[in-house]
């Protein structure tokens, strides 16, 4: 008995201790977990931190070793300039930026939403052939189309914002018959038949049973169609030839960064103005787009 006290004993203790060892091993994996987290954030959000800085500094204050981090004598006078310069320009390019974004948004998306219902919907010859073209196109860089692009749109004198939103629709319609298939795909097709049972027509059964049910897939790629065009400068840079038809990116760039000396102050003045919008938007739309890009890969 006193052998079998000892040894239950014995069994406390290790199980005791193993939990402790346990317990000890899990708190700094949790620790380091966390760690990596923090310092993730802090060089996600140091550019964004340092753009504020910069803008509310004078131009004395920016190349001052040690920087400052926080301004000392903050001022306005870099939105001043930003909002001012060339009468109001910046303005100007705002405006297009608008328009260009909100025209591929939407364009891309009508056009996404009847082909990702064929390929949803419907089978014919050629559709999967179809399908992995598509899907094909998002391999080649943009960069590689640029000259081609150019080439063309100068043929078809197509340039400025018209060239800028063709060329723009076109990388944003493979992404979004994509995305939107697969939202297709999770509503069964049962619920479409049964409203056609009913008497609707095929297009009414997909406006009034479909749509509503895939509406935060919907409102995600709008989203990020809209956002991949706000904030592209290569194409814009490239295509825009006319100085007030510019967009926002490729604006700043011309009246911002000269041949002898940039304006960092106005500049990430300007930066801020062009974060904001996107800022809003997201806050806003958050819930649809994180449940769109959920659950558009999850089949029902």
């Given amino acids: 008995m006193a052998y079998d006290f000892i040894d239950f004993n014995n069994y406390i203790l290790a199980t005791y201790y193993g939990r402790r060892e346990k317990m000890r091993v899990y708190s700094f994996k949790w620790i380091v977990i966390y760690l990596i987290l923090i310092i993730a954030v802090i060089i996600t959000l140091f550019p964004v931190f340092w753009m504020l800085s910069t803008a509310f500094k004078p131009i004395e204050d920016l190349f001052k070793i040690p920087p400052q981090w926080i301004p000392k004598n903050p001022t306005l006078d870099n939105f001043r300039y930003t909002f001012t310069i060339a009468n109001g320009i910046f303005l100007k390019f705002f405006r297009n930026s608008l328009i260009v974004s909100t025209a591929v948004s939407l364009l891309s998306l009508f056009i996404a939403l009847i082909a990702a219902y064929s390929f949803s919907r419907f089978r014919y010859m050629g559709r999967d052939a179809l399908m992995l073209w598509v899907l094909a196109t998002q391999m080649i860089p943009m960069v590689l189309l640029l000259i081609s692009l150019y080439a063309l749109l100068v043929k078809i004198h197509m340039l400025n914002l018209w060239g800028l939103i063709l060329t723009y629709m076109c990388f944003a319609l493979p992404f979004a018959v994509w995305m939107l298939k697969g939202f297709f795909d999770s509503i069964p097709i049962d ?67 000269g041949e002898k000396q940039i304006r960092w102050g106005p500049m990430m003045a300007g930066s801020i103005f062009i974060t904001i919008p996107v800022v809003i938007v997201f806050i806003f739309l958050q819930k649809y787009l994180v449940q769109g890009l959920t659950k558009g890969a999850i089949k029902g």
């Fill in 191 to 257: 619920l479409e038949e049964q409203a056609m049972v009913d008497g609707c027509t095929r297009l009414s059964a997909m406006v009034r049973i479909t749509l509503p049910l895939i509406l935060p897939g919907i409102i995600a790629t709008a989203l990020f169609n809209f956002l991949s065009a706000w904030d592209e400068f290569m194409f814009a840079i490239t295509i825009i030839h006319a100085n007030e038809l510019r967009t926002l990116p490729a604006g700043m760039f011309a009246i911002f960064i």
